[in-house]
């Protein structure tokens, strides 16, 4: 049996996304574009769908955390509601995700600074609308995500 660890409760949703890792100092890129999709988030955190995590020889989850000062930067641009939204976030936990012939990584990522900052506080306002419409597509296409969580 697993201990909820989590800061503040997730809702599921259902969000494409960019993601690029870049150095913390000088916003330097290091490696992406990487595409995925946001299939559950909080205030602190969210776990994101990706396709693809290796590229060029830097993979997203382990080069992020073995190099220091790199952090991912999630493009989020879902209009009219999101539009470029960019969130700073290192990553947590990965795992795979298997949906009968999906093959694809689960990627646990913790928000980096204050959860309090405008552009989260928006970007929670605006995940509000149709945030039942997104969630209920994803719930349709993966039955067993119950299980994968």
């Avoid at 490696?31 to 205030?43: H, R």
């Avoid at 928000?111 to 552009?119: D, I, L, R």
């Amino acid at each position: 049996m697993s201990v909820e660890q989590r800061k503040s409760e997730r809702i599921i949703d259902y969000l494409p996304i960019e993601v690029h890792a870049v150095n913390e100092n000088d916003g330097q890129p290091l490696a992406g574009p990487f595409s995925g999709s946001i299939i559950d988030i909080s205030s602190h955190g969210a776990c994101l769908l990706m396709t693809q995590v290796f590229h060029n020889g830097f993979h997203l989850f382990y080069s992020t955390r073995d190099t220091s000062n790199t952090v991912l930067e999630i493009t989020i641009n879902h209009p009219p509601d999101i539009n470029n939204c960019i969130l700073t976030a290192v990553p947590i936990w990965m795992d795979l995700f298997r949906q009968q012939e999906i093959r694809a990584f689960k990627m646990g990522i913790e928000f980096a600074g204050n959860p309090e900052v405008k552009q989260r506080k928006e970007l929670q306002k605006a995940l509000q609308k149709n945030q039942e419409q997104r969630a209920g597509w994803w719930m349709k296409h993966c039955k067993n995500w119950r299980k994968n969580i």
